[in-house]
Every structure is written in structure tokens, then in C-alpha cells.
């Protein structure tokens, strides 16, 4: 998964505001040029885990009383540059439900046990929790996962973690929504529309809530959204059958398409970022500002935290 990795630099450096500078828009070339494929999928698994924690269970085949009542977060481990984006918390009134650490891997990394291992066991020296813990790692094949396992086969072999391949449920034949809205986010996208269409009106077709459905349709739109960014609105709704009514009623419409409000918060979150910038650094030279104004908002929300703490810390790669 796309990550940021901070890297503290030397004081002398960190205080020449032109080499910090410089070093800044080096990173910021390496975001621009980079594409957020990595980012973006990790965002679909981790919204869908937060609509459809039961779905985290299903995979790795663990039976839990009243799923649906786990809370969905993540955790920065103090004093320390990790930072464990799923994590599903259980009712704090049933100390024997387990905690489950999610994380999603579509990119090949020797370090990412290590990492990963480090983050668990520094979550529980620091928070102590009652409950016991699984884990489960979700990649789209065996080929990304490294074979570089080392200290951890041990724990990898364990009952606490669960290895999941997108490929072995790809074309499994299923009616559990949720595994379909899985196979949705992996599927090559010459076959996402043929497919979401079909969810679309299986959801309809579901003797379940209004609510419940607008939830499901939400989660369809917000994937091919993700998947095919060259689509507008009205190509997406043409495409889903969805009706305006239908559409409004989504999550997804109302915080991003209603009143062009994706636009508005680009716009607004790249000047802010130049304005912070400017302030520290004096004025920006066209090619910085004009990157800036060309990032994604999800790369745009990224940066924005990294200068919180820049220049004493900066975000430099993608791991």
C-alpha cells in the first residue's frame, strides 16, 4: 500500500529554507508523477470495512456474534512513524471478541512483515487491550507477496493471521453482496461496468431496508468512481441506472458530486497547501504551485498532514 514514510533530517538542512525547499519539490514530483492506484485501493477496502465489518469475518472464516457491531478505525502508534490503517474494534462489553488488524497489500515489499508484526505488538504493549487479535493481510495474488517472510513464518503459519488472494475469489460464484463489492474493486476494468451494473440490480432485488440499500448502492457508485476517474456524474449514473433521486440518496453523491463540491474542495485544498508554502518559503515558483493544483485529493489531504510537521519531518517516498 501506498504509505508515508517519515524521515527526520538534519537540523542545518532542515533550517535552509531553500534546501528544504528543494528537497520538498523533489518529493512532490515523485507524488505528481506517480499514479494513486495503490491509495485509492486501499481507501475502497477500508470504506467497504467500515460499512461491512461482518464481510472482514466471512473472509477469514471466523465466526463472530453480531459482527456488524464492530467499530472500524486506525491507530497511530505513539513516539514512533507507524501507523496500523484497519483495525476493527470490538464492543468494549465483550472482552473475548478478538481485535482484527487489516491491511491491504497490492505492492510487493520485503519489509512489509516486519513492518506490519512491529506495528501489531506495539499497539498492544501500548494499549494493553482484554481482547485477543487476528489479522489479515488482503493481496490481489500470490505473486505480490514477498517470499522474504524470514523471522515470522512462525506467526504467518499461526492462527492469528489469515492470508487472503483476491485471485482464489475472483470468479467464485457468491450472493453475499460483500464478496461481490470485493471482486468489483479487483476486477479488470473492461469488465467493472458489465459487473456493477448486475450488483446494482441485485441490491434492488434484495428483500432488505432502504437504508441498507442506499449503503450498497453507495459503496457500487463509489468503487467505479474510483475505478474509471474519466467518467463524469452523468456517465456514471447512465451507466449504474441510477435515477437522480436514487443517486441523491448516496453518501457518496452527497459529499462529492452535490453542487460541484469535489471541484470546490480541490480548488480550496491546493491553495491552502500554496498559501502554507508561501508563508514559510516566500513566493512559489510557477511549476511548484502548478503541481500542487494537479494533485489528486487524496494526494492533496496527504500532503496537507505532511505539513503539519514539515519542515522538522517530511514525507519524501512511497513504500
Known amino acids: 500500500m501506498l504509505l508515508a ?83 476493527l474494534f470490538p ?55 514477498h517470499n522474504h517472510i524470514g523471522h515470522y513464518d512462525v506467526l504467518l503459519e499461526s492462527s492469528r493471521v489469515h492470508r487472503i488472494y483476491l485471485e482464489d475469489i475472483a470468479e467464485q460464484r457468491t450472493d453475499e453482496i460483500g464478496i461481490n463489492l470485493l471482486q468489483l474493486i479487483a476486477i479488470e476494468e473492461t469488465k467493472a461496468a458489465a459487473r456493477a451494473f448486475s450488483l446494482v440490480e441485485r441490491v434492488r432485488e434484495k428483500p432488505a431496508d432502504v ?26 449514473q447512465k451507466m449504474l441506472n441510477i435515477n437522480d433521486v436514487e443517486l441523491k440518496q448516496t453518501r457518496f453523491y452527497q459529499d462529492v458530486f452535490a453542487e460541484g463540491e469535489l471541484k470546490g474542495e480541490l480548488k480550496g485544498e491546493a491553495r491552502l497547501i500554496v498559501r502554507l508554502l508561501t508563508r514559510r518559503f516566500g513566493p512559489l515558483n510557477s511549476d511548484v504551485a502548478e503541481r500542487i493544483r494537479g494533485l489528486s485529493i487524496l494526494k492533496l489531504e496527504a500532503l496537507g498532514e505532511a505539513l503539519l510537521d514539515f519542515p522538522a519531518r517530511m514525507i519524501c517516498t512511497a513504500g
Open 211 to 236: 437504508q441498507w440499500k442506499h449503503r450498497m448502492l453507495d459503496l457500487i457508485e463509489t468503487i467505479m468512481v474510483y475505478k474509471l476517474p474519466q467518467l463524469d456524474r452523468g456517465e456514471i
Open 91 to 145: 464492543p468494549s462489553t465483550n472482552p473475548a471478541l478478538p481485535i482484527l488488524f487489516i491491511e491491504v497489500q497490492f505492492q510487493s515489499d520485503k519489509e512489509f512483515y516486519s513492518r506490519f508484526f512491529s506495528e501489531i505488538f506495539l499497539y498492544l504493549r501500548h494499549h494493553k487491550p482484554k481482547n485477543p487479535w487476528q489479522s489479515v493481510v488482503i493481496y490481489p495474488d500470490r505473486q505480490t507477496e
Open 5 to 87: 514514510h517519515v524521515a527526520r533530517r538534519d537540523p542545518v538542512v532542515a533550517s535552509n529554507n531553500r534546501t528544504t525547499l528543494a528537497i520538498f519539490r523533489d518529493c512532490l514530483r515523485k507524488w505528481s508523477n506517480e499514479t494513486s492506484d495503490t491509495v485509492k485501493t486501499d481507501s475502497l477496502f477500508y470504506r467497504l470495512f467500515q460499512q461491512l465489518p461482518a464481510l472482514a469475518f466471512d473472509l477469514i472464516g471466523l465466526d463472530v456474534p453480531n459482527a456488524d457491531a464492530y467499530r472500524f478505525g486506525s491507530e497511530e502508534v505513539k513516539q514512533t512513524a507507524f501507523r496500523l490503517d484497519g483495525i
